[in-house]
């Protein structure tokens, strides 16, 4: 025979909070956030030079999958005057200390200098329901401001100087693939004739 048991229903209810259900931007749960900045970059900037910014937030108690992104859907970030931006992918990562679970995102963006002049990158919030006291606490990164200097032809020499910088490694890359292991392969010949060129073209940079 077989038997069948049923437990008795459970009814679970949830809710918003109050000073949630307003807010129009996501947020994150969790007892405990903390949101840090990072900007490489000095208080005047070459026309055509790189600057990265990198926005960490570290959580308890979620996921990271669950922590709001900055870069997704941001003009803040994205349209900056001044500035063209490369968002890289969001490396987001979740460890368990004694029980007790953390998470991290990090967003880092690329921004090219492209325009002369003042250049200011605006604070982020970052809205926290803090469960410990259900409080809605709201973060945030400082405001950076800095200088483009420069001209056309500064940021022409610029782009220049990272182009060799590439060229240089990747010489050393053909080189290592026509003199070592692959020696006596057609795609050594390849590499033998493209390092040659290459090579010419860089004493010619010099």
Request: glycine share 6%.
């Amino acid at each position: 025979k077989v038997f069948t048991r049923y437990t008795p229903p459970q009814s679970v209810s949830v809710a918003i909070p109050q000073a949630l259900s307003k807010l129009d931007a996501p947020w994150v749960a969790s007892p405990k956030v903390t949101l840090e900045q990072r900007i490489d970059s000095a208080d005047t900037v070459a026309l055509g030079s790189a600057i990265k910014r990198t926005i960490t937030i570290h959580a308890d108690g979620v996921l990271a999958m669950m922590l709001p992104s900055f870069t997704k859907v941001n003009k803040a970030i994205s349209d900056i005057a001044g500035l063209q931006s490369y968002p890289e992918p969001p490396l987001l990562s979740n460890k368990a200390t004694r029980g007790t679970l953390s998470a991290k995102r990090e967003e880092t963006t690329t921004y090219i200098a492209t325009t002369p002049g003042q250049v200011r990158m605006p604070s982020q919030p970052l809205y926290w329901w803090n469960t410990s006291d259900a409080s809605l606490q709201v973060l945030s990164t400082p405001e950076v401001e800095f200088t483009i200097s420069g001209t056309a032809a500064t940021a022409a020499t610029q782009r220049g100087k990272n182009l060799t910088w590439w060229a240089w490694l990747l010489f050393g890359l053909l080189s290592a693939v026509s003199g070592y292991w692959l020696r006596h392969s057609p795609l050594a010949l390849w590499a033998g004739k493209a390092r040659r060129r290459l090579g010419a073209w860089l004493r010619h940079q010099l």
